[in-house]
């Protein structure tokens, strides 16, 4: 098709949509319409929404509305077709600011007047620009901290299941993280998606009162608004992520919550494509949706800022094949699970540290970024810990008067590491030198020749019953 008649289709008014299904619309007679491309959609009552193709074919373009289809008919709607892609304004004062799924203010602030237009695709990183996500990130928290170190960067889901206090732990991180040393330059931008007013209310609330909002961009989708902004959430909110990492220099946290949300609005949409349905029902191409907003996470050589990635999922079921956190899992370096059973013991975050891990812990630890005793402690706590957790299934076959004195010291250790390592308030905050300590004070449970994991070296200067002696 050559280039003028390409243009035909932009700038121009239609009366010919002939399908309404669900959140799109089909518009008849349009050529040239782009993947993308912002359109304008007037219904009878003069009310105008803005939307989006999805999908352009022969001379038909399939567009999703924001806003909603109610009260679009097929007779007197009309539709511009604007020949931009959808974009959002950036600036810096967007922090200490709230706004909804699409990027519009909903916290009566002062209007807003963007330094730049991003389109909210952004732009994908080259590999070889990339460089390997380094250094850490504290979020206070010590079953992260200490056991699955946040690497600048990164991009570490939370799995957690229904019921469960993901909610809670994702507004602890999105108020008590911080870069050692580098505060002034460390930012937050959290986007909720498909959540309830309860939900929404409590965040803006804990966001407002801790004094978090003033380094915080919150984007809110709710559930009663329309499913498909639910897809254009995150990539807003990244969008403006990306602007304030790598133009202005900042260390951003992305905190998505909740990404099954956004997964049920793509099958959702897809359902109304008629498309052939996937794995459960999703589109088959989840994998790569998913991939196209966890892979804007990383650091450019040459930048001083980086994106990190907290995603959280609310598996169905408690069943971790279910695709979402499947698909996330392939795509992501680690993940961080819940345990309902942690929670039935009223431990707090219900962090379960035997599936959990962070791939590229080993990068952001050690001497000059976190302690030089990090990673042995590391190891140890979970070799011990792991240790105590098969011990209580071999004492519910043969019972405690079995088990030698060390295995009952296991024991013994398991249980406390879960209440005083584990359990955390949720004001609390500790910093990795007050999260190492507190893994020393339970390894001296232990005799000294059970720390096979650690150096004789750090042993002597870090080991309560040699520094007490």
Known sequence: MSS????????????????????LIAV???????????????????????????????????VQVFGG????DTVRTSVRFTGETMKIGVTEALLGRILDGTGEPIDGGPLLIPDAMRD???????????????????????????????????????????????????????????????????????????????????????????????QAVVFVNRADDPVIERLITPQVALTVAEYLAFDLGYHVLVILTDMTNYCEALREVAAAREEVPGRRGYPGYMYTDLAGIYERAGRIKGREGSITQIPILTIPNDDITH????????????????SRDLHRKGIYPPIDLLPSLSRLMQGGIGEGRTREDH?????????AYARGRRLRNLVAVVGEESLG??????????????????????????????????????????????LVRIEPSLIERYYPRRTEG
């Open 69 to 72: 289809t109610e009260a679009v």
């Open 375 to 383: 990673a042995a402690v590391k190891d140890q706590l979970y070799a």
């Open 28 to 62: 008849s007679g349009v050529e040239g319409a782009a993947y993308g491309e912002v359109v304008e959609v007037t219904v009878p009552s003069g009310e105008r929404r803005t939307g989006r193709v999805l999908e352009s074919r022969e001379d038909t373009a399939i």
């Open 405 to 450: 004195d060390i295995d009952r010291l296991y024991l013994v250790f398991a249980d406390r590491f879960e209440r005083e390592f584990l359990r955390q308030a949720e004001n609390e905050r500790r910093s990795f030198e007050e999260t190492l300590d507190a893994a020393w004070r339970l390894l001296s449970m232990l005799p000294e020749s059970e």
């Open 120 to 214: 909210i695709s952004g732009n994908p990183i080259n590999p070889s620009a990339r460089d390997f996500p380094r250094d850490s990130i504290e979020t206070g928290i010590s079953a992260i901290d200490g056991m699955n170190t946040l690497v600048r960067g990164q991009k570490l889901p939370i799995f957690s299941g229904s019921g469960l206090p993901h909610a809670r732990l994702a507004a602890q991180i999105a108020r008590q993280a911080r870069v050692r040393g580098e505060a002034e330059s460390f930012s937050v931008v959290f986007a909720a998606m498909g959540i309830t007013y309860e939900e929404a209310d409590f965040f803006i609330r804990n966001f407002r009162e801790t004094g978090a909002l003033e």
């Open 4 to 23: 003028d008649r390409k243009q035909q289709g932009r700038g121009r008014e239609y009366r010919s949509v002939t399908r309404v299904t669900g959140p």
């Open 323 to 338: 695709p979402v956190p499947d698909l996330t899992g392939y795509i992501t370096e680690g993940q961080i699970v819940f």
